[in-house]
């Protein structure tokens, strides 16, 4: 290598500093996300016996199996697109992955089962415990 | 000054084998065309499109109804990336069969190799922008995919802070594609340039 005008130290503080300017750059460009919702209420909702209740905007899908209320997240496990609710089972139009009522994987290149959350039912309509 | 530049982009001397067309098809200066075009059509489209996720979509549709122009302008930056990514690739293979990576261009393949990152990395950028169904979901599929690679929840987690077409993602995806990635192409494509004429290679001409 030729001489250089810089010397070993001068190359040195380069690169430390440069390293703490991208440390704190991150840190700027990662804003720390506000309360997020922890419950979702869904007024004057009437649970089917053997469908499911579908809200696509919010993503769920509330299911009464024997006995047991719960909401299934449709958000497929493979790659995100929304899951949609056939009269023929769960299945997501992006890639094929098809679920059954309580979100297990049955077919296609999904992983992992779907989330569920817990329900309330209470007086005002089914309250979705999120977090 | 400017005269001055534009003389040096016209040497003196050339080689005859360097203008045969058949020699690079000149594959190089028409991607960095399609790019000029993609500057230009693109500044104008910033004068009408508003890159918050609800007027996302709706200033789309006015630049296209009520705009004159408009819908022309749109299409030509759309077909002039979808020109230079083919042309891009052409000369990438180009390029790899004429053995140009070698020694002395080895720097020159890198910084092209970069361009080529960058320039698929702009048009996946500029893919969400008009917040339309398709945009929403490869843009979804595609920050999902992200995570696979190494250090792909860092990387994720930079592009999309809030959900994916949500305010803070749409303008990071926004400042990126008009802002730092055509910086970031025009000066390694001056580079690029520098050194090909450097290494006393290639046509005379742009």
Same mark, same amino acid.
């Given at each position: ?131 | ?6 003389? +040096? ?33 693109? %500044? =104008? ?31 030509? +930056? ?12 052409? +000369? ?7 053995? *140009? ?13 970069? %361009? =080529? ?16 169904? %398709? *945009? ?8 999902? %995919?992200?995570? *696979? ?9 930079? =592009? ?6 949500? *305010? ?14 055509? =910086? ?23």
């Amino acid at each position: 290598m030729e001489n250089s005008d810089k010397t070993r130290r001068n190359f040195l503080a380069t690169v430390v500093s440069g390293i703490a300017g991208l440390f704190l750059l991150n840190r700027f460009l990662s804003p720390r996300p506000g309360k997020q919702a922890r419950t979702l209420t869904l007024a004057g909702a009437v649970i089917p016996d053997q469908g499911a209740l579908v809200y696509r905007e919010a993503r769920l899908a509330i299911i009464r199996e024997k006995g047991e209320v719960y909401a299934l997240d449709l958000v497929c496990t493979h790659l995100g697109c929304t899951v949609a609710v056939t009269p023929a089972g769960l299945v997501c139009p992006c890639h094929g992955s098809r679920f059954d009522r309580r979100g297990k994987v049955l077919e296609g290149p999904a992983g992992r089962p779907l989330r569920r959350y817990a329900v309330e039912v209470g007086s005002e309509g089914i309250i979705v415990k999120l977090a | 000054m400017f005269k001055g530049f534009i003389k +040096h982009l016209f040497p003196r001397v050339v080689l005859e084998q360097n203008l045969r067309l058949s020699y690079t098809f000149c594959l190089g200066g028409l991607a960095f065309t399609a790019l000029l075009i993609m500057a230009a059509s693109g %500044l =104008l489209l910033l004068f009408y499109y508003q890159p918050t996720p609800d007027r996302a979509f709706p200033s789309i549709l006015f630049l296209e109804s009520s705009v004159r122009g408009g819908r022309y302008i749109r299409s030509l +930056h759309r077909l002039a990336s979808h020109l230079f990514l083919v042309l891009i690739f052409l +000369h990438t293979l180009r390029v790899l069969l004429t053995g *140009a990576y070698r020694k002395p261009r080895e720097l020159n393949w890198v910084v092209g190799f970069s %361009l =080529l990152c960058l320039a698929i990395f702009g048009a996946y950028t500029g893919y969400l922008l008009p917040m339309d169904q %398709l *945009a929403l979901w490869a843009t979804q599929t595609g920050m999902e %995919l992200v995570k *696979a690679a190494p250090f792909g929840g860092f990387v994720r987690a930079f =592009l999309v802070p809030d959900g994916v077409g949500e *305010a803070l993602s749409l303008l990071r995806f926004y400042v990126l594609h008009v802002a730092v990635i055509p =910086l970031a192409l025009l000066l390694l494509s001056l580079l690029h340039f520098y050194r090909i004429r450097k290494n006393k290679g290639v046509l005379p001409f742009l």
